[in-house]
């Protein structure tokens, strides 16, 4: 089984890297200021949110963020899986399902009552896997975003 462990203000160097290139990957433009700014606060112990640090925290090999926010629908806290990244290398192994696979279980015992991911329409091989670990997609939403 992969570790996944709550990251630390330690950890910030070493998760640094993966987020970029999570970025890079998926086409996000974040200035590496913006980018220590997002990220410190929540290995600083935020109430919104947490990284799980995925592998050897020596040398990690992912990483997944989650948002936490409150639900009236799903009747309290809710989690909102923002980013989760497995280095290129390691891929295709099973990691990224044990990962989320083991999140609704951490998090549910934390008193999260419902957790939620994005995925882009035309990824075909990342909404099968989400599929298998019961997520589903809620008939007649869908996600709308604007930017401040």
Same mark, same amino acid.
């Given at each position: ?14 998760? *640094?890297? &993966?987020?970029?290139? %999570? ?18 606060? &929540? ?17 990690p ?18 989690? %909102? =899986?923002?980013?989760?990244y ?5 891929? !295709? +192994? /099973?990691?990224?399902m044990?990962?989320? +696979? /083991?999140?609704?279980?951490? &998090? !549910?015992?934390? !008193?999260?009552?419902?957790?939620? *991911?994005? =995925?882009r329409?035309?990824n ?10 019961? %997520?589903?997609? +809620?008939?007649?939403? /869908?996600?709308?975003?604007?930017? &401040?």
């Amino acid at each position: 089984m992969t570790a996944m462990t709550l990251g630390k203000p330690e950890d910030l160097e070493r998760l *640094l890297p &993966l987020i970029a290139a %999570f970025h890079a990957e998926d086409g996000i433009d974040l200035s590496d200021a913006a980018r220590r700014a997002a990220v410190l606060p &929540l290995l600083e112990g935020s109430p919104h949110g947490a990284i799980y640090v995925i592998g050897p925290a020596r040398a990690p090999i992912g990483y997944a963020c989650i948002s936490f926010g409150w639900s009236l629908a799903f009747g309290g806290l809710d989690g %909102f =899986v923002d980013e989760i990244y497995i280095r290129p290398g390691v891929r !295709g +192994r /099973g990691i990224g399902m044990e990962v989320l +696979r /083991g999140l609704p279980k951490a &998090l !549910g015992a934390a !008193g999260i009552k419902a957790i939620h *991911l994005e =995925v882009r329409r035309d990824n075909a091989k990342a909404r099968a896997l989400y599929q298998k670990l019961h %997520f589903e997609m +809620r008939e007649g939403y /869908g996600l709308m975003s604007r930017v &401040l």
